[in-house]
């Protein structure tokens, strides 16, 4: 059974850096998606960043460009979000998620498209 557990959430201020963890377990992820998504009160959940497990092609939102970088620990089946220059905005619930249906040269960026998620990480920014 497919397991996803974040970590490493909390309470930073503004301009502060946080790491997220996902660690995957429960089959082989080589042919996976590993997406970060997030949602913040009265808001719907919004794709954040995403990773290839195999090959590492890697995509971000544009509001996160610069500022988060995804990556991940083949030996540790984690996926890592990096976080700095934090703002306020980025106040959410933080999400991993694994889709293990996209094509090669898909760029899944809808929560639908996402078949295993885990339960959740969250990240306060205070100004």
């Known amino acids: 059974q497919v397991q996803l557990v974040e970590s490493g959430g909390g309470l930073v201020q503004a301009g502060g850096s946080l790491r997220l963890s996902c660690a995957a377990s429960?089959?082989?992820?080589?042919?996976?998606?590993i997406g970060w998504f997030r949602q913040a009160p009265g808001k719907e959940r919004e794709f954040v960043a995403g990773?290839?497990?195999?090959?590492?092609?890697?995509y971000y939102t544009d509001s996160v460009k610069g500022r988060f970088t995804i990556s991940k620990d083949n030996a540790k089946n984690t996926v890592y979000l990096q976080m700095n220059s934090l703002k306020p905005e980025d106040t959410a619930v933080y999400y991993c998620?694994?889709?293990?249906?996209?094509?090669?040269?898909?760029?899944?960026?809808?929560?639908?498209?996402?078949?295993?998620w885990g339960q959740g990480t969250q990240v306060t920014v205070s100004s």
């Open positions: 990773i290839r497990w195999s090959g590492g092609n890697i």
């Open positions: 429960g089959r082989t992820f080589s042919s996976y998606i």
């Open positions: 998620a694994a889709d293990g249906n996209s094509g090669v040269y898909s760029r899944p960026v809808r929560s639908y498209e996402y078949d295993y």
